[in-house]
Protein backbone atom coordinates (compact mmCIF):
# COMPACT_ATOMS: atom_id res chain seq x y z
CA UNK A 1 0.00 0.00 0.00
CA UNK A 2 1.12 3.65 -0.42
CA UNK A 3 2.12 4.87 2.80
CA UNK A 4 1.06 8.90 3.99
CA UNK A 5 2.48 11.29 6.22
CA UNK A 6 -0.13 11.47 9.43
CA UNK A 7 0.24 15.02 9.05
CA UNK A 8 -1.54 14.83 5.26
CA UNK A 9 -4.40 12.95 6.94
CA UNK A 10 -5.75 14.73 10.01
CA UNK A 11 -8.46 11.62 10.78
CA UNK A 12 -9.44 12.91 14.07
CA UNK A 13 -10.18 16.57 12.67
CA UNK A 14 -12.07 14.94 9.77
CA UNK A 15 -14.31 12.89 11.90
CA UNK A 16 -15.17 15.45 14.30
CA UNK A 17 -15.77 18.15 12.09
CA UNK A 18 -17.94 15.84 9.22
CA UNK A 19 -20.02 15.36 12.66
CA UNK A 20 -20.07 18.67 13.27
CA UNK A 21 -21.55 19.24 9.91
CA UNK A 22 -24.07 16.44 9.79
CA UNK A 23 -25.16 17.74 12.72
CA UNK A 24 -25.63 21.80 11.92
CA UNK A 25 -26.89 21.07 8.00
CA UNK A 26 -30.39 22.49 9.35
CA UNK A 27 -28.25 26.42 9.96
CA UNK A 28 -27.63 27.11 6.64
CA UNK A 29 -30.72 28.80 5.68
CA UNK A 30 -29.54 31.01 9.52
CA UNK A 31 -32.98 32.49 10.08
CA UNK A 32 -33.09 33.85 13.58
CA UNK A 33 -36.17 30.77 14.52
CA UNK A 34 -34.01 28.13 12.85
CA UNK A 35 -30.72 28.96 14.64
CA UNK A 36 -32.51 29.03 18.09
CA UNK A 37 -34.24 25.91 16.98
CA UNK A 38 -31.74 24.03 15.53
CA UNK A 39 -28.53 24.43 16.49
CA UNK A 40 -27.34 23.73 20.01
CA UNK A 41 -23.64 24.68 20.36
CA UNK A 42 -22.41 25.25 16.66
CA UNK A 43 -21.98 27.13 13.82
CA UNK A 44 -20.97 26.34 10.40
CA UNK A 45 -19.86 29.34 8.10
CA UNK A 46 -22.01 29.79 4.65
CA UNK A 47 -18.88 28.93 2.51
CA UNK A 48 -18.15 25.95 4.48
CA UNK A 49 -14.53 27.59 5.70
CA UNK A 50 -14.81 27.04 9.12
CA UNK A 51 -16.94 25.99 11.95
CA UNK A 52 -17.11 27.38 15.52
CA UNK A 53 -18.94 27.66 18.84
CA UNK A 54 -20.97 30.44 19.74
CA UNK A 55 -19.47 32.18 22.64
CA UNK A 56 -20.92 31.71 26.02
CA UNK A 57 -21.75 34.82 27.87
CA UNK A 58 -19.39 34.90 30.21
CA UNK A 59 -16.71 35.33 27.58
CA UNK A 60 -19.22 38.38 25.87
CA UNK A 61 -19.29 39.60 29.09
CA UNK A 62 -15.13 39.31 29.62
CA UNK A 63 -14.49 41.18 25.94
CA UNK A 64 -16.97 43.92 26.59
CA UNK A 65 -15.89 44.86 29.92
CA UNK A 66 -12.60 45.38 27.90
CA UNK A 67 -13.75 47.42 25.21
CA UNK A 68 -16.19 49.31 27.46
CA UNK A 69 -13.27 50.11 30.00
CA UNK A 70 -10.86 50.74 26.88
CA UNK A 71 -13.61 53.61 25.76
CA UNK A 72 -14.20 54.90 29.21
CA UNK A 73 -10.44 55.56 29.15
CA UNK A 74 -11.29 57.19 26.02
CA UNK A 75 -13.89 59.16 26.51
CA UNK A 76 -11.98 60.76 29.85
CA UNK A 77 -8.83 61.78 27.62
CA UNK A 78 -11.10 63.51 25.25
CA UNK A 79 -13.35 65.04 27.91
CA UNK A 80 -10.52 67.42 29.04
CA UNK A 81 -10.01 69.08 25.96
CA UNK A 82 -13.96 69.40 24.97
CA UNK A 83 -14.87 70.05 28.73
CA UNK A 84 -12.45 73.47 28.36
CA UNK A 85 -13.85 74.39 24.93
CA UNK A 86 -17.32 73.74 26.66
CA UNK A 87 -16.70 76.11 29.04
CA UNK A 88 -16.33 79.03 27.06
CA UNK A 89 -19.37 77.75 25.41
CA UNK A 90 -21.20 77.91 28.89
CA UNK A 91 -20.02 81.74 29.69
CA UNK A 92 -20.72 82.74 26.11
CA UNK A 93 -24.34 81.29 26.16
CA UNK A 94 -25.21 82.62 30.39
CA UNK A 95 -23.34 86.23 29.21
CA UNK A 96 -26.00 85.96 26.56
CA UNK A 97 -23.80 86.75 23.58
CA UNK A 98 -25.25 86.83 20.17
CA UNK A 99 -28.60 85.55 22.33
CA UNK A 100 -26.46 83.18 23.76
CA UNK A 101 -27.14 80.73 20.48
CA UNK A 102 -23.17 80.44 19.55
CA UNK A 103 -22.39 79.23 23.20
CA UNK A 104 -25.24 76.58 23.29
CA UNK A 105 -24.25 75.45 20.09
CA UNK A 106 -20.54 74.83 21.66
CA UNK A 107 -21.71 73.47 24.19
CA UNK A 108 -24.28 70.89 22.81
CA UNK A 109 -21.57 69.71 19.56
CA UNK A 110 -18.70 69.36 22.68
CA UNK A 111 -20.96 67.14 24.33
CA UNK A 112 -21.77 65.18 21.44
CA UNK A 113 -17.85 64.99 20.39
CA UNK A 114 -16.86 63.11 23.73
CA UNK A 115 -18.83 60.31 22.00
CA UNK A 116 -17.20 60.34 18.61
CA UNK A 117 -13.86 58.05 20.37
CA UNK A 118 -16.49 55.32 21.50
CA UNK A 119 -18.48 55.21 18.32
CA UNK A 120 -14.95 55.48 16.09
CA UNK A 121 -13.91 52.12 18.23
CA UNK A 122 -16.74 49.89 16.96
CA UNK A 123 -17.39 51.14 14.05
CA UNK A 124 -13.91 50.56 12.84
CA UNK A 125 -13.19 46.91 14.68
CA UNK A 126 -16.47 45.50 14.64
CA UNK A 127 -15.97 44.99 9.95
CA UNK A 128 -12.57 43.18 10.87
CA UNK A 129 -14.73 40.88 13.32
CA UNK A 130 -12.77 41.44 15.87
CA UNK A 131 -12.26 43.82 18.87
CA UNK A 132 -9.52 44.38 21.08
CA UNK A 133 -11.67 42.65 23.89
CA UNK A 134 -12.72 40.14 21.51
CA UNK A 135 -9.14 39.63 20.69
CA UNK A 136 -8.05 39.05 24.08
CA UNK A 137 -10.99 36.66 24.52
CA UNK A 138 -10.14 34.60 21.12
CA UNK A 139 -14.07 35.78 20.17
CA UNK A 140 -15.52 36.99 16.85
CA UNK A 141 -18.23 38.51 15.30
CA UNK A 142 -19.52 37.89 11.65
CA UNK A 143 -22.64 38.21 9.69
CA UNK A 144 -24.38 35.00 10.41
CA UNK A 145 -25.07 35.22 6.04
CA UNK A 146 -21.48 35.70 5.43
CA UNK A 147 -19.50 34.09 7.80
CA UNK A 148 -17.62 37.60 7.59
CA UNK A 149 -17.39 41.05 9.58
CA UNK A 150 -20.63 43.02 9.16
CA UNK A 151 -20.36 45.84 7.07
CA UNK A 152 -18.89 49.63 8.02
CA UNK A 153 -22.43 51.26 7.43
CA UNK A 154 -23.95 48.56 9.58
CA UNK A 155 -21.08 48.13 11.99
CA UNK A 156 -21.31 52.02 12.29
CA UNK A 157 -24.95 52.05 12.79
CA UNK A 158 -24.58 49.80 15.39
CA UNK A 159 -21.69 51.32 17.21
CA UNK A 160 -24.24 54.75 17.57
CA UNK A 161 -26.45 52.27 18.92
CA UNK A 162 -24.67 50.56 21.71
CA UNK A 163 -23.23 53.97 22.36
CA UNK A 164 -26.86 54.96 23.10
CA UNK A 165 -27.91 52.14 25.27
CA UNK A 166 -24.03 52.82 26.98
CA UNK A 167 -25.31 56.25 27.73
CA UNK A 168 -28.50 55.54 29.20
CA UNK A 169 -27.21 52.79 31.20
CA UNK A 170 -24.73 55.45 32.46
CA UNK A 171 -26.89 58.45 33.30
CA UNK A 172 -29.84 55.68 35.13
CA UNK A 173 -26.49 54.49 37.03
CA UNK A 174 -25.68 57.87 37.82
CA UNK A 175 -29.56 58.84 38.85
CA UNK A 176 -29.89 56.08 40.74
CA UNK A 177 -26.86 56.69 42.97
CA UNK A 178 -27.68 60.22 43.40
CA UNK A 179 -27.45 60.06 47.19
CA UNK A 180 -28.29 63.33 49.22
CA UNK A 181 -27.88 65.77 46.65
CA UNK A 182 -30.93 65.70 44.68
CA UNK A 183 -32.37 68.86 42.62
CA UNK A 184 -35.22 69.60 40.90
CA UNK A 185 -34.63 68.57 37.53
CA UNK A 186 -36.53 71.06 34.60
CA UNK A 187 -38.68 69.45 32.16
CA UNK A 188 -36.37 68.59 29.19
CA UNK A 189 -34.00 66.89 31.98
CA UNK A 190 -36.84 64.74 33.37
CA UNK A 191 -37.96 63.44 29.60
CA UNK A 192 -34.37 62.97 28.70
CA UNK A 193 -33.98 60.62 32.21
CA UNK A 194 -37.31 58.83 30.96
CA UNK A 195 -35.74 58.01 27.54
CA UNK A 196 -32.45 57.01 29.20
CA UNK A 197 -34.67 54.58 31.43
CA UNK A 198 -36.72 53.16 28.74
CA UNK A 199 -33.34 52.44 26.62
CA UNK A 200 -31.10 51.30 29.71
CA UNK A 201 -34.03 48.83 29.86
CA UNK A 202 -34.28 47.86 26.10
CA UNK A 203 -30.29 46.88 26.51
CA UNK A 204 -31.15 44.96 29.45
CA UNK A 205 -33.73 42.81 27.44
CA UNK A 206 -31.33 42.65 24.79
CA UNK A 207 -28.98 41.06 27.17
CA UNK A 208 -31.39 38.86 28.58
CA UNK A 209 -31.73 37.37 25.06
CA UNK A 210 -28.26 36.12 24.68
CA UNK A 211 -28.53 34.04 28.03
CA UNK A 212 -31.62 32.42 27.40
CA UNK A 213 -31.29 31.33 24.02
CA UNK A 214 -29.19 28.80 22.60
CA UNK A 215 -27.00 30.86 20.12
CA UNK A 216 -26.27 33.22 22.46
CA UNK A 217 -27.74 36.40 20.04
CA UNK A 218 -28.74 39.58 21.36
CA UNK A 219 -31.41 41.74 20.42
CA UNK A 220 -28.66 43.85 18.72
CA UNK A 221 -26.82 40.33 17.26
CA UNK A 222 -30.73 39.71 15.34
CA UNK A 223 -30.88 43.09 14.46
CA UNK A 224 -28.01 43.77 12.27
CA UNK A 225 -27.95 39.61 11.49
CA UNK A 226 -24.83 38.82 13.59
CA UNK A 227 -23.59 35.99 15.93
CA UNK A 228 -20.49 36.24 18.03
CA UNK A 229 -18.27 32.87 17.74
CA UNK A 230 -16.14 31.14 19.94
CA UNK A 231 -13.32 27.92 19.03
CA UNK A 232 -13.22 28.59 15.10
CA UNK A 233 -11.67 26.11 13.30
CA UNK A 234 -11.05 25.21 9.55
CA UNK A 235 -13.14 23.03 7.93
CA UNK A 236 -10.93 20.15 6.53
CA UNK A 237 -11.80 19.09 3.11
Not at 38 to 55: K, L, M, N, Q, S
Not at 57 to 86: E, H, K, N, Y
Not at 129 to 147: A, E, K, P, Y
Request: some cysteine; charged content about 20%.
Amino acid sequence: GVERDEEDVPWAHALVFTRFRQDYAAVKTRTDWELDSGATWGYEDPTHRYVARFATPWRRTAAAAIDWGLCFVAFLIVSIPLGIVQSVGTISREDGDLGGVPGHVIEVTTQLATAVPVVAYFALLWPTSQTFGMRVTDLRTVSIRTGRGPSYLAAGIRAVLATVIAAAVYAVYLNSTDYGTSRELDDTSKFLLDIAYVVAAVGGISALVMLVTRTRRSLLDRVFGTVVLDDLEPIVP
